[in-house]
């Protein structure tokens, strides 16, 4: 079977009709890697007695002639920021080198008890902070459409993973953008759900208003097929929503005739690649005569999304890595002389340039004399940003935005300049900061062969929409 053209239902079927096994797929997919991930680097570690012991497991179930789970035979990878029990889970960083969870996160359990196969930790920006995955401790992950090209980030080995064939689907992270961006850089679908759809319990956080668990796949099926069995409430997260969950594989089948559909104007201005706007146009005209009607809109607070993002992402951030100091678990310093050395080297060993870059930043909009001017002046403005994509879909279904600015990037093009690296967020943070579900789906190629993706957004919750709209563009 063709490993680069799998996707989960595909899969799914070729066991049960014994075309193929669960065992077979797994050996062939950590073949592939053992094989080809040297120049990709999206693998930091394979779940191989695991994975074996699951796929043997969904083998007796095809033989029993009953209707497969969900996921049944799956080969999946798991972005290293989520925790796998008994296996390296490192947040791509120096400070948690061997740190081997007692626990898996909850979405992976959820993943597995569907009947996916996981088979691999991938490569992220460290502590999922980045987007290009250059940030990583364990080396850059190169894009598998073009291997002089950023695969985007901080998800970036989840994206490159699906792309090369390494697995079926993915999960990755969202907290600013690192979901949707390097599925968008490397030709797959990626999905942001709403703040609460999906249980963070097992994410090792970065910013925890911000943080998001998200699939990726080869089609909005797949991510649709992931959703469904991840969302909904969990004991171990307070912040796991409890609004009912739809059937979002039914949704996709659902029509857009007569779906409102927003584009807004601040999104389509200067700096925005030529290609990626024709590429936009373009699945706006596909939505047009599927019977949606187009309307510009406005989002006026744009401008301070990226601002507002960089300060409160890092506040946080500043926050939850406090807990790393050398004492209670990961690396400590050999050395410290008294505690306060204990603290500081071990951090300065620990953490690799942009998280530290980013720690002190959130420390400093958090200390005193600071606060007020830059936190509490930021929570203002999310509210502000907010507000405008409440407005917008008062009067729209979904919104269609282009995914990135640019393509993919060269390798080593922004490391030298953070806030270029930081204002490519432009088009993503709006969504992570207002707490809406998003996704990017292919939309074709630049004319270098580069792959260009497509946003849509909807309001909280309204994933099933959302859905429905990604699908009509997909079909195009």
């Known amino acids: 079977m063709d490993l680069n053209t799998l996707t989960i239902e595909s899969t799914r079927a070729a066991i049960q009709r014994g075309e193929t096994t669960a065992t077979a797929l797994a050996e062939a997919h950590l073949a592939r890697i053992l094989a080809e991930d040297g120049t990709i680097n999206s693998v930091l570690a394979t779940t191989e007695e695991r994975a074996l012991r699951q796929a043997s497991f969904i083998d007796l179930l095809a033989k029993t002639g009953d209707p497969l789970p969900p996921l049944a035979g799956v080969p999946v990878g798991i972005k290293d920021v989520l925790t796998v029990k008994g296996t390296p889970s490192t947040a791509a960083s120096k400070i948690l080198k061997g740190y081997q969870p007692p626990y898996d996160a909850t979405a992976v359990r959820k993943l597995e008890e569907a009947g996916a196969v996981i088979i691999a930790k991938l490569n992220c920006d460290e502590f999922a902070m980045g987007g290009s995955n250059e940030n990583s401790a364990y080396g850059i992950v190169r894009n598998p459409r073009a291997l002089d090209r950023v695969p985007g980030g901080s998800s970036g080995g989840s994206a490159a993973a699906v792309a090369t064939g390494f697995c079926v689907a993915s999960l990755g992270t969202d907290t600013g953008g690192s979901v949707r961006q390097p599925a968008a850089f490397c030709g797959v679908t990626g999905l942001l759900p709403t703040y609460g759809r999906i249980s963070r319990y097992g994410l090792i956080a970065f910013a925890s208003s911000l943080d998001r668990v998200g699939p990726i796949g080869r089609s909005v099926q797949d991510v649709a097929t992931m959703l469904n069995v991840m969302a909904g409430p969990d004991v171990m997260d307070a ?238």
């Open 239 to 476: 912040t796991a929503d409890k609004t009912p969950c739809d059937d979002y594989v039914d949704a996709m089948s659902r029509s857009v005739a007569g779906m409102r559909i927003g584009v807004p104007k601040e999104y389509l201005g200067e700096g925005l690649d030529p290609e990626i706007r024709a590429a936009v146009d373009n699945a706006i005209e596909k939505l047009k005569a599927h019977g949606c009607t187009v309307h510009e809109i406005s989002l006026p607070h744009t401008k301070y999304a990226v601002p507002t993002y960089y300060v409160l992402a890092t506040a946080e951030a500043s926050s939850n890595l406090s807990r790393f100091d050398g004492v209670r678990f990961g690396h400590r310093t050999a050395e410290a002389k008294n505690l306060a050395a204990l603290y500081r080297e071990s951090r300065d060993e620990g953490f690799g340039p942009e998280v530290k870059r980013r720690i002190l930043l959130g420390t400093y909009s958090l200390s005193s004399g600071y606060y007020d001017a830059y936190y509490r002046k930021a929570q203002q403005v999310r509210t502000l940003l907010a507000r405008d994509f409440m407005a917008a879909f008062s009067d729209v279904d979904a919104i269609v935005t282009p995914m990135t600015p640019t393509p993919p990037w060269k390798l080593g093009e922004k490391t030298d300049d953070p806030v270029s690296m930081y204002l490519a967020d432009i088009y993503t943070v709006g969504a992570s900061l207002a707490g809406i579900c998003g996704i990017s789906v292919p939309a074709g190629e630049t004319k270098d062969g580069l792959p260009i993706g497509v946003q849509v957004l909807a309001g909280h919750f309204q994933e099933a929409k959302l859905l429905t709209v990604a699908q009509a563009i997909e079909n195009q």
